[in-house]
C-alpha cells in the first residue's frame, strides 16, 4: 500500500534503499518514527545541557557562570526545547512507530506529508537555537513569551523565534492530520474503536487537541510580529491593546499543551501494567471516557494560569472549580491503573519499573497540581520552585518516564534485540533517585518564598539548590547513560521472541515478527 | 528473599526523601513548609494550604499501600496466578464519587478565603505600587509621599563581586523601605511603567501582576510589627531576581513620625535643586547616582549591552544637545527599556547623572546641568 | 502489490481526501480563531468587566430619576504618565464620595514640558473589576488622542456616572488613567 501511493510498481517490500538519501527521502513510517524519536534524543540532550547550566549556575548563591540575561534565555530555550523538541517530537515518533502496526495498517495514511512534517522540525530547531548566537541574545523572555516583555522589549532575535514556532506548528499539525486520517481510515476490517489499543485512543485525542490548539499558538505569535513590527497593539496597552490578553490567548493554546505531552503517555502506561501484570487493563472504557472528558475540561480551565494577574473573583471561583474537576477523570486512571496491578502475576522488567515509576511520580506532581489550583493559596504557590516542582514532576516522570519505558518495552519488537536488563534497571534506579533529589527539594525552596526564573537567590535558599543541583547533574548523566543503552541495543543483543513479553497483547507483537519487517500488515491482520 | 531485597530498592527514594526531609527540622535556616505569614488573610491560606497538603498526603498512603502491598504480594516471582477481572461499574461510580466529594470539602473554604482575598475596600492607607524594570516605586495615596525604592548599595556591590554571604540580607534589602501601620487595612494598588512585574510578600500573602495601563488591588491587615521581605515574582527581563520588597510594619504613631520625616527630607531635596552646583560637586554625585541607576544597562563603563542598551561613550545622545539628553533621561524613549527618570530621580539627582554621562567615559562636552533647569522642565 | 489491493488502497484514499479536507479545516478555522480571540475577549470584558475598562454612555441616556441616594460610593483618582511622554499629570481632586446614578465630574489636570507639539492617549483603568461594568462616562479626554503645545497646561474634565445596579459589596472604586506617547518610538 505504501508503495501504491508512492511509487507505483517499484517494489520496496525488499526493504529500505541505502546510504543518506533513504533518511530525507523516506516514506516509510517507520523510518520518519526513527527519525523523530532520534531528533526528539537530541533536543533532550540539547535542553538538558541548558537544564545543566541552569542548575550549575544555581548550585551556589551568587553569580558565577552566566550572566542573568543568558541565564533567562537558557531557562526559555530550555523549556522551548524540551516541550516542542524532546517529548512532543518523541510522541509522534512513537505515534509512527507503533500505531500502524497497532491498528493492522501498512503504513501512515498520508506517507509524502509524514516525511514533511519530520523534516520541517530540525530547521525550525537549528533556527531556533541560532538566536542564541545573534547580536542582543536569544529569545529571554520565558517560554510563556508573557507581552510586552516578549514584544516591546524583546531582542531582536525574537522574529526568529516566531518563525520557528510557526514551523513547529505547522509540523505538529500536519502530523496530527496524519493520525486522525491513519486512524478513521486504515483500521483493519474488525479492528472498531472500541477495541483499539488506548495508546491509539489517546493519540486520536490528543490529534484533536493539537489541530485545535497549534494554530491558536501561530495566531498568538503571529500577532507578537504585527505588533512588534507592524504598527498594531493586541498587547500593547498604549494602543488599547491588552498585555493580559495576551496570556489568555498563550494559555487557551497552553493548557490543552500540557495534555498534548501527557495523554500519550497514558496509552503507554496503560499498554504496560497490563502486559507486566499479565492481567487485561481494568477499565477499558472508563479510561478512554476519562482521557475525552480530560482533553474537553482542557479548554476550560487555562486561566488557572493567572490566577494573581488580576482576574474578577467570578472568574477566578469558575476557574477554580474547573480546575480541581480535572482531578476526578485523571483520578480514575490511576486508581484503575493500580487495580490492574491488584492480584496480577507481575515481573517487574525495565518497562514496568519505569511504568510503576510514571504512575507513583505522576501522581504526585498530580497531587501538587491540585494544590496549584486552589486559586486563594496559589497566591503563595504562584510562580515559585513549587511550580517548577510541579510541571517537573508531571513532565519528566510523567511524560519522560512513559517514553523511556515505550522504549524499553517496544525496542526488541524495532530492532529484533533485547535491551541489557541490568543496564536497563540500573538506569531506572539511577534515574528514579536522581530525579527526585533533582525535584523533591524544589516544593520546600517554593513554599520557603524562592521565585522561579532567577539566576541568584536569597542565601536561605542555598541548602535545598545545591542538592537540588547534584540530583540534577547525576540525572543528566543517567541520559547519556541511556544514550549507551540505546545504541548498544540497536549494535545488538540477545534475539528477541515474536511476543517479546509473556503477557503482551496486541497486533505488533501477537502478529509480527520481531524486528518487525520494513512493511507491516500488507495483508490486513485478523482481529479476534 | 529476593522480594525484600527489592522492596527495600523500591523505598529507598523514598526513605531517602524522608530523611532529608526530617533532618531537616535540626536546622532553623532552611524552611520547609510556607509561612504562616503575620496578615490575617496569610493565615488563612496557610491553613487552606494545610488542609489540602494533608489530603493529599492522606489520598496518596491509601493509594500507594495499595499499590505497594499489591507489587509485593501479586508477583509472579511469589507463584501469584492472574486474575482475570477487568470491570466494575460499581467501583468506577465509587471512586468518581469519593474525590468528588473531596473536591467539594477544599472548595468550600477555598471560596471564602478568595471572596475575602479580593475584598480590598475600607482601607485606611492606599498605597500606589508602580513595577519599573526593576525596582519599584510607591505613592502614598493623599500623604503627598513617594518614592523609589531598589536593591541596596551593599547588595549592588555582593552581586557585582559574587560574595553572597558578605551582607546580612542577599538580595532581600533595599535602599528605602516601605513603612506601613499595624492593625490597619492597607490596600494596594498596583500598576507598571513598562513590563509586567508581580509584588510578593510570603508574610503578607500579597502577590498581584503589576500590569502595564491597568490598576489591580490587593490587601493586608498586618497584625505583628517587624520587617517583611519578598521580591518580583513574574519575569521581568534581566534583572527580575533583583528587585526585593522590605516592609516595615510599625506601630500608628511611629507610621505617622515616618511620613512627617519622609516629606521632610522630600522638601529638602526640592530645595537643594534651586541652589547652584559646583562640576566637582554634581560628578562626584552623579557617578553614585549612575552606578546606583544607570549602570545595570549601559555598564559601568558606559559601554551598554548594543544593540538592546546602547553604549554611552560617544553616544550622540550623551554628546549632542543638552536638551536631547535631559530630555531621554527624563520622559524615557517609548518602547525601550529607557524609563522616564523624572519620576524616580530628584532635581539633583538627574542634573547630576546628566552631568555625569557628559562629562565621563571618554565624553568631553564639559557642560553642566544645574538642578534648577531640571526643576524647570518638570 | 496486486491489483486488488491497489484498488482497495486507492478506494480509500478517496475517502481520506475528503476527511482530509475537514480536518485541514479545523486548524485553520482554529487559526482564525486565534484572532477572532481578540474581539471575542473584548465582547467578553463588556459583559464582565474582566479587564477593568469602563464603559461610554450618552448623558441623555441616564435617567436621573434612577439616582440611589441612600448609598455613597467612594471614588479614587489616580494618574500616570507613560515613558516617553514629557508631561505632568494628576488628578485635580484625588477622591470623592458619589450617589449611584447621579453624574459627576471630575477633573484632571496635564502640563506638557516639551518645546513642542507632542500627542498623547489617555488609557482608562477601574478597580475592583467588577466595578468597571457599571462605571459609565458620558464625557471623557480618554475618548480621543490629546495634544499638547509647546509647555501647554490643560484641565481635562471627566463626566461620569457609576449605575444604581453596581454590586451591593462595592463601596470603594479606584479610577486610573495612563497617559501613553503615541509615537511609538522618537
Excluded at chain 1, 543496564?423 to 524544589?442: D, E, M, R, Y
Excluded at chain 1, 520557603?448 to 541548602?463: H, K, L, N, T
Excluded at chain 1, 501477537?510 to 520494513?518: F, G, R, T, W
Aim: negative net charge.
Amino acid at each position: 500500500m505504501t508503495t501504491a501511493t508512492t511509487h507505483e510498481g517499484d517494489h520496496h517490500d525488499h526493504g529500505p534503499a541505502t546510504g543518506l538519501m533513504r533518511w530525507v527521502t523516506t516514506t516509510n513510517h517507520k523510518d520518519i518514527g526513527t527519525l523523530y524519536l532520534w531528533l526528539s534524543f537530541i533536543m533532550l540532550l540539547t535542553g538538558g545541557a541548558m537544564a545543566m547550566v541552569i542548575r550549575a549556575e544555581l548550585f551556589q548563591p551568587g553569580l558565577q557562570l552566566v550572566e542573568p540575561q543568558f541565564f533567562n534565555s537558557m531557562t526559555t530555550m530550555h523549556g522551548l526545547i524540551m516541550v516542542f523538541g524532546a517529548i512532543m517530537p518523541a510522541f509522534v515518533g512513537l505515534a509512527n512507530w507503533l500505531i500502524p502496526m497497532m491498528i493492522g495498517a501498512p503504513d501512515m495514511a498520508l506517507p509524502r506529508m509524514n516525511n514533511w512534517s519530520f523534516w520541517i522540525l530540525p530547521f525550525a530547531f537549528t533556527m531556533l537555537a541560532s538566536t542564541l548566537f545573534m547580536e542582543g541574545g536569544g529569545p529571554a523572555f520565558g517560554w510563556t513569551f508573557y507581552a510586552p516583555l516578549s514584544t516591546t522589549f524583546a531582542p531582536d532575535s525574537t522574529d526568529f523565534f516566531i518563525f520557528a514556532v510557526h514551523m513547529m506548528g505547522i509540523s505538529s499539525v500536519m502530523g496530527a492530520i496524519n493520525v486522525i486520517a491513519t486512524i478513521l481510515n486504515m483500521r483493519a476490517p474488525g479492528m472498531t474503536l472500541m477495541k483499539m489499543p488506548l495508546f491509539v485512543w489517546t493519540w486520536l485525542i490528543t490529534a484533536y487537541l493539537l489541530i485545535a490548539v497549534m494554530p491558536v499558538l501561530a495566531g498568538a505569535v503571529t500577532m507578537m510580529l504585527t505588533d512588534r513590527h507592524f504598527g498594531t497593539s493586541f498587547f500593547d496597552a498604549a494602543g488599547g491593546g491588552d498585555p493580559v490578553m495576551f496570556q489568555h490567548v498563550f494559555w487557551f493554546f497552553g493548557h490543552p499543551e500540557v495534555y498534548i505531552m501527557i495523554l500519550p503517555a497514558f496509552g503507554i502506561i496503560s499498554a504496560i501494567i497490563p502486559t507486566f501484570a499479565r492481567k487485561p487493563l481494568f477499565g477499558y472504557s472508563s479510561m478512554v471516557y476519562a482521557s475525552a472528558s480530560i482533553a474537553i475540561l482542557s479548554f476550560m480551565v487555562w486561566a488557572h494560569h493567572m490566577f494573581t494577574v488580576g482576574m474578577p473573583v467570578a472568574g477566578e471561583l469558575y476557574f477554580m472549580y474547573a480546575t480541581v474537576m480535572i482531578s476526578v477523570p485523571t483520578g480514575v486512571k490511576i486508581f484503575n491503573w493500580v487495580t490492574t496491578m491488584w492480584r496480577g502475576s507481575m515481573t517487574f522488567e525495565t518497562p514496568m519499573l519505569f511504568a510503576i515509576g510514571f504512575v507513583v511520580m505522576f501522581t504526585i506532581g498530580g497531587f501538587s497540581g491540585l494544590m496549584l489550583g486552589v486559586a486563594p493559596v496559589d497566591t503563595q504557590y504562584h510562580d515559585t520552585y513549587f511550580v517548577v516542582a510541579h510541571f517537573h514532576y508531571v513532565l519528566v516522570t510523567g511524560a519522560l518516564y512513559s517514553i523511556i519505558a515505550a522504549f524499553y518495552y517496544w525496542v526488541p519488537k524495532w530492532t529484533g534485540h533485547m535491551y541489557d536488563e541490568t543496564l536497563g534497571k540500573i538506569h531506572f534506579w539511577w534515574s528514579t533517585i536522581a530525579v527526585n533529589v533533582l525535584f523533591f527539594p524544589q516544593h520546600f525552596l517554593g513554599l520557603a518564598g524562592m521565585p522561579r526564573r532567577i539566576p541568584d537567590y536569597s542565601v536561605q535558599f542555598s541548602e535545598f539548590n545545591m542538592i537540588s543541583s547534584l540530583g540534577g547533574f547525576a540525572f543528566g548523566l543517567a541520559q547519556v547513560f541511556f544514550l549507551y543503552i540505546v545504541i548498544k541495543t540497536i549494535k545488538g543483543g540477545e534475539k528477541a521472541t515474536d511476543i517479546v513479553w509473556e503477557g503482551a497483547t496486541g497486533l505488533e507483537f501477537e502478529q509480527l515478527a520481531s524486528p518487525a519487517p520494513y512493511h507491516s500488515f500488507n495483508t490486513a491482520p485478523e482481529i479476534k | 528473599m529476593v522480594f525484600k531485597r527489592l522492596s527495600r530498592r523500591l523505598f529507598a527514594p523514598v526513605t531517602a526523601m524522608l530523611s532529608i526531609f526530617f533532618s531537616s527540622f535540626a536546622h532553623a535556616e532552611y524552611v520547609l513548609n510556607m509561612t504562616k505569614g503575620v496578615s490575617t488573610i496569610s493565615n488563612d491560606i496557610y491553613d487552606l494550604h494545610m488542609l489540602v497538603m494533608w489530603i493529599c498526603f492522606v489520598v496518596g498512603i491509601i493509594v500507594f499501600s495499595v499499590m505497594a502491598y499489591s507489587i509485593m504480594t501479586h508477583r509472579k516471582s511469589k507463584g501469584a496466578v492472574a486474575s482475570n477481572f477487568h470491570e466494575s461499574t460499581t467501583v468506577e461510580i465509587i471512586w468518581t464519587l469519593v474525590p468528588l466529594a473531596i473536591l467539594i470539602a477544599i472548595a468550600v473554604p477555598a471560596t471564602a478565603t478568595l471572596l475575602d482575598l479580593e475584598d480590598s475596600s475600607k482601607s485606611d492607607v492606599s498605597i500606589q505600587v508602580t513595577g519599573i524594570q526593576w525596582k519599584w516605586r510607591y505613592k502614598y495615596l493623599g500623604e503627598d509621599v513617594e518614592f523609589i525604592s531598589s536593591l541596596s548599595e551593599e547588595n549592588r556591590d555582593a552581586v557585582s563581586a559574587s560574595s553572597p554571604n558578605s551582607v546580612e540580607h542577599y538580595l532581600r534589602d533595599v535602599d528605602k523601605r516601605i513603612v506601613v501601620p499595624v492593625n490597619k487595612k492597607i490596600e494596594f494598588l498596583f500598576t507598571s511603567d513598562d513590563v509586567i512585574h508581580a509584588w510578593w510578600v510570603p508574610e503578607l500573602a500579597v502577590k498581584q501582576d503589576t500590569v502595564p495601563g491597568f490598576i489591580n488591588t490587593s490587601w493586608a491587615y498586618i497584625e505583628k510589627p517587624g520587617i517583611y521581605r519578598g521580591q518580583c515574582a513574574e519575569l521581568c527581563g534581566k534583572d527580575h531576581g533583583f528587585m526585593p520588597i522590605v516592609v516595615e510594619a510599625v506601630t500608628m504613631p511611629e507610621y505617622q513620625k515616618w511620613l512627617v520625616a519622609m516629606r521632610g527630607e522630600q522638601a529638602a531635596l526640592a530645595a537643594s535643586s534651586d541652589k547652584e552646583w559646583t562640576q566637582a560637586e554634581l560628578m562626584a554625585k552623579g557617578e553614585s547616582v549612575y552606578k546606583a541607576t544607570c549602570a545595570a544597562c549601559h555598564g559601568a563603563t558606559g559601554a551598554g549591552i548594543p544593540p538592546v542598551f546602547p553604549a554611552l561613550a560617544k553616544s550622540p545622545v550623551a554628546t549632542g544637545d543638552v536638551k536631547g539628553h535631559i530630555n531621554i533621561v527624563m520622559n524615557g524613549k517609548t518602547g525601550t527599556a529607557m524609563q522616564a527618570f523624572k519620576t524616580q530621580l530628584s532635581d539633583v539627582d538627574l542634573a547630576a547623572v546628566i552631568t555625569f554621562e557628559r562629562n565621563s567615559f571618554g565624553n568631553t562636552v564639559g557642560d553642566l546641568v544645574q538642578p534648577s533647569t531640571i526643576k524647570s522642565l518638570r | 502489490m496486486s491489483e486488488q489491493k491497489t484498488e482497495q488502497s486507492a478506494d480509500k484514499k478517496s475517502i481520506t481526501s475528503k476527511k482530509l479536507f475537514k480536518l485541514v479545516m479545523i486548524p485553520v478555522f482554529m487559526f482564525g480563531f486565534g484572532f477572532a480571540l481578540v474581539p471575542l475577549y473584548d465582547v467578553f470584558c463588556n459583559v464582565t468587566g474582566l479587564n477593568g475598562k469602563t464603559g461610554r454612555v450618552e448623558a441623555a441616556m441616564v435617567d436621573q430619576r434612577e439616582v440611589d441616594v441612600s448609598r455613597t460610593i467612594k471614588v479614587k483618582f489616580l494618574a500616570n504618565t507613560g515613558t516617553g511622554l514629557p508631561w505632568q499629570f494628576k488628578p485635580v481632586v484625588t477622591e470623592m464620595e458619589v450617589h449611584p446614578g447621579q453624574i459627576y465630574e471630575a477633573m484632571y489636570q496635564v502640563s506638557s514640558s516639551a518645546d513642542k507639539v507632542t500627542v498623547g492617549q489617555a488609557v482608562p483603568s477601574v478597580s475592583p473589576t467588577e466595578a468597571s461594568l457599571h462605571f459609565n462616562k458620558t464625557e471623557c479626554f480618554c475618548f480621543s488622542q490629546q495634544e499638547l503645545a509647546a509647555n501647554e497646561t490643560r484641565d481635562m474634565p471627566l463626566r461620569f456616572v457609576i449605575n444604581h445596579k453596581i454590586p451591593k459589596e462595592i463601596a470603594e472604586v479606584t479610577l486610573s488613567y495612563t497617559f501613553f506617547n503615541i509615537e511609538k518610538s522618537m
